[in-house]
DNA sequence: ATAGGGTTAG
C-alpha cells in the first residue's frame, strides 16, 4: 500500500472508497485509522457501510456507537445492516431512538423499515408516517408499500397502495404483478403484465418465476420464448424450474441450447441449478462434462456451488468422486457435510457415513434434521438397530432437534428389517405423526420378508382406510400366503392386484418388465 | 455514503 500523504477529507473519502471498492476492507480501516483529523461524517458512514457489505455486522454497530455525529444517511445505513442480518428487533429499537432524538426520517428510512416489516402489522404505522410526512409520494417508497402488503396478504391494500404511487415505473409494475403471483392469482398477475407499459428482462424473469411457483411450467416456457432479451438470470430461472418439477432431461436441454444458441455464460447459480438436475437423472456423464465446465470457466467455487458437486457425484453413485470434491473443498457448511454423510449412507457405507458425521461434529459444525436423516439412513443400511436407536435420542437430547417424520420413518425400516416388527409398530404407534406411505411400505416390506402376517395386516388395513396404496402391500401379502401353502388366497390377491395396481407405478424391477 | 422488482445446494 502506498503512504501518500492524504491532505483533506476528501481525499481521505475518495481513497476509502477505492479500497472498499476493490474489496479491501482492511486497507480501508488502516487509512480510517491513521487520518483521525481528516474524518467527516461521510467518512464514519463509509467505514459502516464497508463493514456491513463485507457482513462485518458487529464491526458496524460498534463504529456507529464510537461515531462522534450520526446524520440521517448513518442511520440509514445501520438499520440496513440490520435488515440483513435479520435483526428487526434491533432495527425497531434504533428507528424509534431515531424518532426520539428529533431526526425526521427519510425515504430510505422508511423504505428500509418498509421492507424489513413486511407482513408485519408495524407495517401500517409506517404506512401512516409515510402519508404524514409526505414521504408516500416517494415513489420508491410507494413501490416498497406494494410488497409489504403483499407479504400481509392484504391484495386490497396492495393495490391501493399501487394506485398511489404518483410515478409509477416498472419496478412498481413488476412488484405489483408479484403480488399477485405470491396470492396465487395467476391470472391477475398476467393482466398487469399485460398492462405494463416498459416491460425489461427483470420483469420478465419475474413473470417467468411466478409461474413456476405457480406450478405453471408451460405458461413460463412461453414467456420465455416470448421474451426479446434473456440474460444469465433469466435462463437459470427456466432451468431451475424444469429441474425443481423433475423434469431433468428437459433441464439439461435448455442448458446446452443456452450454451449453443445465446451468448450469455452460466455462473454459479446455473451451474448449481445444472448439477442439481445431474444429480435427479444420475447422469454422471453430463455431471462429469459439467464439472470439467466449471473448471475451465474459472469460476469461484462457493459452498453452494461446491456442494451440489459433491451431491452429484454422491447421487451418480461415483463416491470416489465425491469423496475428493469433498475433501478438496476449503469451505464447508451443513448441506456440504450431510451430501457426503447422504453418499457413504445411500452406498451402503455405514461405517464410513458415521466417521463423518464424528468428524462433522469434532469441527463443531452444527447437525440439523437432515444430517440425522443421512446418519439414520446409514444406520439402516448397516442393520446398526442399537446405533440408531442411540442417534435419533442424541438428536434430540444434544442437539435439540425434534424426530420428523422421516426420522421416524427411517427407524421403522431399521427395526423392521432387523426383525423387530413389535418395536417397529410400537414406534408408530406412539410417534406424533401420521404415517405416510413411504412409511407404511418399509414397514410392510420387513412384514413380509419376516413372514409376519399379523403385524402385515394391520399396516395393510391401516393403509386402506387411508386409502393409500403401495406395492409393498401385495408383495407382503404373496410372500405370507405364499409361504403358508395358501395358494387360493394368492391367486385371488393376485386378481385384486391387478385391479387396484393397473395404470400405477408398480414396484417391478428391470427384470421383471423385461420378462413380461 | 443509505432505499424498491428477477437466479443457486442437501
Same mark, same amino acid.
Given at each position: 500500500?502506498?503512504?501518500?500523504?492524504?491532505?483533506?477529507?476528501?481525499?481521505l473519502?475518495?481513497a476509502?472508497? +477505492?479500497?472498499l471498492?476493490d474489496g479491501?476492507?482492511? @486497507?480501508?480501516?488502516?487509512?480510517?485509522?491513521s487520518?483521525s483529523h481528516l474524518?467527516?461524517t461521510?467518512?464514519w458512514?463509509?467505514?459502516?457501510?464497508?463493514?456491513?457489505r463485507?457482513?462485518?455486522?458487529?464491526?458496524?454497530?460498534?463504529?456507529? %456507537?464510537?461515531?462522534?455525529?450520526?446524520?440521517?444517511?448513518?442511520?440509514?445505513?445501520?438499520?440496513?445492516?440490520?435488515?440483513r442480518?435479520? @435483526?428487526?428487533f434491533?432495527?425497531?429499537?434504533?428507528?424509534?431512538?431515531?424518532?426520539?432524538?428529533?431526526?425526521r426520517?427519510s425515504?430510505?428510512?422508511?423504505?428500509?423499515?418498509?421492507t424489513?416489516?413486511?407482513s408485519?402489522?408495524l407495517l401500517?404505522?409506517l404506512h401512516?408516517?409515510a402519508?404524514?410526512?409526505g414521504?408516500?409520494? +416517494?415513489s420508491?417508497?410507494g413501490?416498497?408499500?406494494?410488497?409489504g402488503y403483499?407479504?400481509?396478504?392484504?391484495?386490497?391494500?396492495?393495490?391501493q397502495?399501487?394506485?398511489?404511487i404518483p410515478?409509477?415505473?416498472?419496478?412498481?409494475?413488476?412488484?405489483?404483478m408479484?403480488?399477485?403471483?405470491?396470492?396465487?392469482?395467476?391470472?391477475?398477475?398476467?393482466?398487469?403484465?399485460?398492462?405494463?407499459?416498459?416491460?425489461?428482462?427483470?420483469s420478465?424473469?419475474?413473470m417467468?418465476?411466478g *409461474?413456476?411457483?405457480?406450478?405453471?411450467?408451460?405458461?413460463?416456457?412461453?414467456?420465455?420464448?416470448?421474451?426479446?432479451?434473456? +440474460?444469465?438470470?433469466t435462463?437459470?430461472?427456466?432451468?431451475k424450474?424444469y429441474?425443481?418439477?423433475?423434469?431433468?432431461?428437459?433441464?439439461?436441454?435448455?442448458?446446452?441450447?443456452?450454451?449453443?444458441?445465446?451468448?450469455?455464460?452460466?455462473?454459479?447459480f446455473?451451474?448449481s441449478t445444472?448439477l442439481?438436475?445431474c444429480?435427479g437423472c *444420475?447422469?454422471?456423464l453430463?455431471?462429469?462434462?459439467?464439472?470439467g465446465?466449471?473448471?475451465k470457466?474459472?469460476?469461484?467455487? %462457493?459452498v453452494?456451488?461446491?456442494?451440489?458437486?459433491?451431491e452429484?457425484?454422491?447421487?451418480?453413485?461415483?463416491? %470416489?468422486?465425491?469423496?475428493?470434491?469433498?475433501e478438496?473443498?476449503?469451505?464447508r457448511n451443513?448441506?456440504?457435510w +450431510?451430501?457426503?454423510?447422504?453418499?457413504?449412507a445411500?452406498?451402503?457405507?455405514?461405517?464410513?457415513?458415521?466417521?463423518?458425521?464424528?468428524?462433522m461434529?469434532?469441527?463443531?459444525v452444527?447437525? @440439523?434434521?437432515?444430517?440425522?436423516v443421512c446418519?439414520?439412513?446409514?444406520c439402516?443400511?448397516g442393520?446398526?438397530?442399537?446405533?440408531?436407536?442411540?442417534?435419533? /435420542?442424541?438428536?434430540e437430547?444434544e442437539?435439540?432437534?425434534?424426530?420428523?417424520?422421516e426420522?421416524?420413518?427411517?427407524m421403522?425400516?431399521?427395526?423392521?428389517?432387523a426383525?423387530?416388527?413389535d418395536?417397529?409398530e410400537?414406534?408408530i404407534?406412539?410417534?406424533?405423526?401420521?404415517? @405416510?406411505?413411504?412409511?407404511?411400505?418399509?414397514?410392510?416390506s420387513?412384514?413380509?420378508?419376516?413372514?409376519?402376517?399379523?403385524?402385515?395386516?394391520?399396516?395393510?388395513?391401516?393403509?386402506?382406510?387411508? /386409502?393409500?396404496d403401495?406395492?409393498?402391500?401385495?408383495s407382503?401379502?404373496?410372500?405370507?400366503?405364499?409361504?403358508?401353502?395358501?395358494?387360493?388366497?394368492?391367486?385371488g390377491?393376485?386378481?385384486?392386484?391387478?385391479?387396484?395396481?393397473?395404470?400405477?407405478?408398480?414396484?417391478?424391477?428391470?427384470?421383471?418388465?423385461?420378462?413380461?
Amino acid at each position: 500500500m502506498s503512504v501518500a500523504r492524504l491532505l483533506s477529507s476528501s481525499q481521505l473519502n475518495t481513497a476509502i472508497v +477505492n479500497h472498499l471498492d476493490d474489496g479491501r476492507l482492511v @486497507d480501508a480501516v488502516k487509512l480510517f485509522c491513521s487520518n483521525s483529523h481528516l474524518r467527516n461524517t461521510a467518512s464514519w458512514n463509509l467505514m459502516l457501510a464497508g463493514y456491513i457489505r463485507n457482513g462485518r455486522p458487529q464491526c458496524a454497530r460498534k463504529l456507529f %456507537d464510537e461515531m462522534p455525529c450520526r446524520d440521517i444517511v448513518s442511520w440509514n445505513t445501520i438499520l440496513s445492516g440490520f435488515r440483513r442480518s435479520g @435483526d428487526s428487533f434491533m432495527a425497531f429499537q434504533h428507528f424509534s431512538t431515531m424518532i426520539l432524538s428529533g431526526l425526521r426520517p427519510s425515504g430510505v428510512t422508511l423504505t428500509t423499515m418498509i421492507t424489513i416489516f413486511q407482513s408485519s402489522n408495524l407495517l401500517v404505522q409506517l404506512h401512516g408516517m409515510a402519508i404524514r410526512t409526505g414521504l408516500s409520494l +416517494n415513489s420508491i417508497v410507494g413501490t416498497a408499500l406494494v410488497g409489504g402488503y403483499a407479504g400481509l396478504r392484504d391484495p386490497i391494500a396492495m393495490f391501493q397502495a399501487f394506485k398511489d404511487i404518483p410515478i409509477k415505473n416498472s419496478v412498481s409494475w413488476t412488484s405489483l404483478m408479484l403480488g399477485y403471483m405470491e396470492f396465487g392469482r395467476l391470472n391477475d398477475a398476467e393482466r398487469v403484465f399485460e398492462a405494463m407499459p416498459v416491460k425489461n428482462v427483470v420483469s420478465w424473469t419475474a413473470m417467468i418465476n411466478g *409461474c413456476i411457483s405457480n406450478g405453471n411450467l408451460n405458461a413460463a416456457r412461453r414467456y420465455f420464448d416470448q421474451m426479446p432479451i434473456r +440474460n444469465v438470470i433469466t435462463w437459470t430461472s427456466m432451468i431451475k424450474g424444469y429441474q425443481q418439477n423433475e423434469q431433468q432431461v428437459n433441464a439439461l436441454n435448455l442448458f446446452a441450447e443456452m450454451l449453443r444458441l445465446s451468448s450469455v455464460r452460466p455462473n454459479q447459480f446455473t451451474y448449481s441449478t445444472v448439477l442439481a438436475a445431474c444429480a435427479g437423472c *444420475c447422469s454422471l456423464l453430463f455431471g462429469k462434462s459439467v464439472h470439467g465446465q466449471i473448471l475451465k470457466s474459472q469460476l469461484l467455487w %462457493d459452498v453452494i456451488l461446491s456442494s451440489s458437486l459433491v451431491e452429484m457425484y454422491g447421487k451418480c453413485g461415483d463416491v %470416489d468422486s465425491a469423496t475428493q470434491s469433498f475433501e478438496s473443498f476449503e469451505i464447508r457448511n451443513v448441506v456440504s457435510w +450431510n451430501s457426503i454423510i447422504g453418499c457413504y449412507a445411500r452406498h451402503g457405507l455405514s461405517t464410513r457415513a458415521l466417521e463423518k458425521f464424528k468428524e462433522m461434529i469434532q469441527e463443531g459444525v452444527r447437525p @440439523d434434521d437432515i444430517t440425522f436423516v443421512c446418519v439414520l439412513m446409514a444406520c439402516v443400511h448397516g442393520g446398526l438397530v442399537e446405533e440408531g436407536e442411540y442417534y435419533l /435420542e442424541l438428536m434430540e437430547r444434544e442437539f435439540c432437534i425434534k424426530p420428523r417424520l422421516e426420522h421416524y420413518g427411517c427407524m421403522v425400516d431399521l427395526l423392521g428389517r432387523a426383525g423387530q416388527i413389535d418395536r417397529a409398530e410400537d414406534l408408530i404407534k406412539q410417534m406424533p405423526f401420521e404415517p @405416510d406411505t413411504a412409511l407404511w411400505g418399509a414397514f410392510l416390506s420387513a412384514c413380509g420378508w419376516h413372514l409376519n402376517l399379523e403385524h402385515g395386516l394391520w399396516a395393510a388395513k391401516a393403509m386402506q382406510r387411508l /386409502e393409500m396404496d403401495h406395492p409393498a402391500i401385495y408383495s407382503m401379502m404373496l410372500r405370507v400366503y405364499g409361504e403358508r401353502g395358501a395358494w387360493r388366497r394368492v391367486n385371488g390377491l393376485k386378481e385384486k392386484m391387478e385391479k387396484v395396481v393397473v395404470g400405477k407405478q408398480m414396484g417391478l424391477s428391470w427384470v421383471d418388465s423385461a420378462a413380461s
